[in-house]
């Protein structure tokens, strides 16, 4: 759940267990682990024997691109979005044994590692569940199980001009933050801190990473200026921003 330390991401080539060692690792933690306690993303990339790369659940998720909705097979992540209380910016991940049912930290008495209903985590904690996904750290984790995947590297091609943001044009945000230093859990607290650097976000205003209307001014602001958003600044994070958001990205493709 809460923000880890940064470490070195995993190399290229990296060896991937089978989805039965990833389970029987999660299960051995099962009643023990109460030292894991908010720190979700953590153990499940110990699972798979993963260094450390991300540092929340949620940049993990952010980080995805072959997402699945309903029951998880064994041995891969599963994600949910917590949607209030102090971890609502990290957000959780489990490791699925299948069956409906996930190995998670937090859950057990005494907050310990627990196995648990996917559907009974989800009501107990009220958070909602996203979904699990084939790839995790950039590394397939199902259909092959070892097939390694490039989309962590900064777009070769331009970004497809959506209307809405996509995984691959939030992490290319992500990445344009890290090149300048910006390497906070929430990618939307970077952006504030990375707007007001710029003289977009008042010095009053709350680094809070909530991406509200004043963040989205500043933004909206930031892109007029670019000559990539020529309409009004209304705070709304929609179609029009968007577009211009990500003709941006890809202006900046060419210097990373």
Not at 92 to 105: E, F, K, Q
Request: charged content about 25%.
């Amino acid at each position: 759940m809460t923000a880890q330390i940064l470490s070195d991401p995993p190399r290229r080539g990296l060896a991937v267990p089978r989805p039965e060692v990833r389970v029987e690792r999660a299960r051995a933690a099962v009643g023990a682990g109460a030292e894991l306690s908010g720190m979700c993303e953590k153990f499940v990339r110990t699972c798979f024997g993963f260094p450390a790369r991300y540092p929340s659940a949620r940049q993990a998720w952010e980080a995805t691109t072959r997402r699945r909705r309903g029951e998880p097979p064994p041995g891969v992540p599963v994600f949910w979005d917590i949607t209030s209380g102090k971890n609502k910016d990290f957000d959780h991940v489990a490791i699925s044994v299948g069956g409906g049912s996930c190995v998670s930290t937090s859950a057990g008495p005494g907050r310990t590692v627990a196995l648990v209903r996917i559907e009974e985590l989800t009501a107990r904690w009220g958070m909602q569940y996203r979904g699990w996904t084939a790839d995790y750290h950039g590394v397939v984790v199902h259909e092959g199980d070892a097939a390694i995947m490039t989309e962590d590297a900064w777009p070769t091609r331009d970004l497809p001009t959506t209307t809405a943001h996509t995984a691959q044009s939030l992490r290319a945000w992500r990445q344009l933050m890290a090149s300048i230093g910006l390497t906070d859990p929430v990618l939307e607290l970077a952006m504030q801190r990375w707007l007001r650097r710029l003289g977009h976000y008042g010095d009053s205003w709350l680094l809070d990473g909530q991406f509200g209307v004043e963040s989205v001014s500043a933004l909206q602001r930031f892109l007029v200026t670019k000559g990539l958003y020529p309409h009004e600044v209304d705070g709304w994070r929609g179609p029009l921003t968007v577009r211009a958001e990500i003709r941006y990205l890809n202006d900046q493709r060419r210097y990373l």
